[in-house]
């Protein structure tokens, strides 16, 4: 199993980044695909979750109304649409895949993760 996420980078405030994650070695319509990100010196945090279909979406207030989730199973990836980007959302940014689908904001729950990738915004 393999999540390779990519799209990061340093940015000004204000401005926006997409982030992918391609899976490959399992079945990836059959897990539900969430992000995190972490900090340094803070606990990973959710940010955004998508159902198998793709039909729900959720993701944490503190993203809400600037990042959007999305997934495309045929070509086994999921996204992340990052616009009006903050200092604070500085973090490494992680996939994962989750296969139960139902405590989807809780780490603890995800069967697999990326490597991340390096977002840094700079005001």
């Known amino acids: 199993v393999q999540l390779q996420a990519s799209g990061g980078g340093s940015v000004q405030a204000g401005d926006s980044l997409r982030l992918s994650c391609a899976a490959s070695g399992y079945t990836f319509s059959t897990y539900l695909m969430g992000w995190f990100r972490q900090a340094p010196g803070k606990e990973r945090e959710f940010v955004a979750a998508?159902?198998?279909?793709?039909?729900?979406?959720y993701s944490s207030e503190s993203v809400k109304g600037r990042f959007t989730i999305s997934r495309d199973n045929a070509k086994n990836t999921v996204y992340l649409q990052m616009n009006s980007l903050k200092p604070e959302d500085t973090a490494v940014y992680h996939c994962?895949?989750?296969?139960?689908?139902?405590?989807?904001?809780?780490?603890?729950?995800?069967?697999?993760w990326g490597q991340g990738t390096q977002v840094t915004v700079s005001s």
């Open positions: 998508i159902s198998r279909s793709g039909d729900s979406k």
């Open positions: 994962a895949a989750d296969y139960r689908g139902s405590r989807y904001y809780d780490a603890r729950e995800y069967d697999y």
